[in-house]
């Protein structure tokens, strides 16, 4: 999304902010469960695909000081802002290249680890972006894959009209461009259709999108992500105006100290043959 309301069809959340809003939303979620997680050794060798922002690349590079973690994504902005928050932390062994997970610019083999957190919701061609990662993954490797399932649409107390409305807006953006907001529960069966081995699965609740409102932060998050989404909500609700309202809405609702939202978080782990 850029400032004038003309979004990117392939990710909705692109604009100026974006970047500091995941270096934020990292924050949030911590890196202990992903770094649990991943299992790492070392000397690793990690690529994390969709890498945005490039925090979960700097704490990756920092769990594997003999080894490299290397950070990738199709946004030249986010790559840059990504490389000058690695120089300004002084991290030495992380990388970060221009690409596209679905043609990666990497050689066969070349990392011990496949890594990417809330990218694949966002890929049109998953099986595709699978094949990648397993192709760039050495034999006997990881490919660890970590998305939310759910999404915006389980609280407590219920209100049917805003679930519908949250219902009507994922609807639209899969339509519009393939945005799956139950990705989740549907990674181990990609798994396994990518050829992956040993699958691993595990789901815990999202930290970022979870539990009772009231977080300053949590709220910062969703109230930013929902300005930057105003242009493609006003062509699902029908006006600006309308775009306004829903945002305004969805932020004081998951505001509400009373009110408990969840969001289940899986993280699905295969080997490469």
Not at 138 to 145: E, I, K, N, Q, Y
Not at 207 to 232: I, Y
Request: with cysteine; proline share 4%; aromatic share 12%.
């Amino acid at each position: 999304m850029t400032a004038t309301g003309i979004y990117n069809r392939d990710y909705l959340l692109d604009s100026d902010v974006e970047p500091l809003r995941l270096e934020r939303q990292a924050r949030i979620y911590g890196f202990e469960d992903d770094l649990r997680f991943l299992s790492l050794g070392a000397a690793d060798q990690v690529l994390d695909a969709g890498c945005g922002s490039g925090a979960y690349t700097r704490a990756i590079a920092g769990a594997v000081p003999n080894g490299g973690a290397t950070g990738v994504d199709r946004s030249a902005p986010y790559i840059d802002f990504a490389r000058r928050a690695a120089a300004g932390e002084g991290v030495a062994n992380a990388r970060f290249e221009v690409g596209d997970v679905t043609a990666l610019p990497f050689a066969d083999g070349a990392f011990d680890v496949v890594w990417s957190k809330h990218l694949l919701q966002w890929v049109k061609d998953r099986g595709r972006a699978l094949a990648e990662f397993r192709r760039v993954c050495r034999p006997g490797g990881r490919v660890v894959a970590c998305n939310f399932d759910h999404f915006g649409v389980v609280q407590y107390p219920e209100d049917p009209q805003f679930t519908a409305d949250m219902e009507r807006w994922f609807s639209a953006a899969q339509a519009e461009m393939g945005f799956d907001n139950r990705m989740g529960r549907k990674l181990p069966h990609l798994f396994a259709q990518a050829g992956l081995t040993d699958l691993r699965v595990t789901f815990i609740p999202d930290a970022s999108f979870s539990g009772l409102g009231g977080d300053p932060e949590k709220r910062w998050n969703w109230e930013t992500q929902f300005t930057s989404l105003l242009g493609f909500s006003a062509r699902v609700f029908g006006s600006h105006e309308a775009a306004v309202a829903f945002r305004d809405r969805l932020v004081e609702r998951f505001s509400r100290p009373d009110v408990y939202s969840y969001c289940a978080l899986f993280y699905v782990e295969g080997r490469v043959p």
